[in-house]
């Protein structure tokens, strides 16, 4: 696969497997447009991480991805209560996502290449 260090899906995962908060975002919002909190509910209920997601890293990380047009958001205020920020996948954010599929996969494919390699050539006691 050829790695597009363009993309800024790129960025946010290449060589971190711990860091799956931006593929998750992109994967729920390509769900549904969510609020901060209800995607914070997801994360922590999805068994993706193995942390409980912090709320100031999860709107960091949904500010990050707006300035680089990933998702849109817009300011809610016709319910009682306080106003909501809903954010929405855009066209560039599917294709991070797909990007972030891809890239995912073939890390994938390399760790099980390895751990075939290894178990063919090591004797585990």
């Not at 209800?38 to 509910?41: A, G, R």
């Not at 996948?89 to 560039?92: F, I, N, S």
């Not at 760790?111 to 075939?116: D, N, P, Q, S, V």
């Given at each position: 696969m050829k790695e597009d260090?363009?993309?800024p899906a790129y960025a946010y995962i290449n060589g971190r497997l711990d860091k799956m908060l931006v593929p998750t975002l992109l994967f729920f919002l390509s769900q549904r447009p969510s609020h901060g909190y209800?995607?914070?509910?997801k994360i922590n209920e999805s068994g993706f991480s193995e942390v409980e997601a912090?709320?100031?890293t999860i709107y960091r990380n949904l500010r990050r991805m707006e300035e680089d047009g990933l998702v849109i958001s817009k300011w809610e205020t016709e319910q009682a209560g306080p106003a909501r920020r809903a954010y929405a996948?855009?066209?560039?954010g599917e294709k991070a996502l797909a990007y972030c599929v891809e890239l995912l996969?073939?890390?994938v494919n390399k760790?099980?290449?390895?751990?075939?390699e290894c178990n063919r050539g090591w004797k585990w006691e």
């Open positions: 260090h363009q993309n209800e995607l914070i509910q912090d709320p100031a996948l855009t066209p560039e996969t073939d890390k760790l099980k290449a390895f751990l075939e």
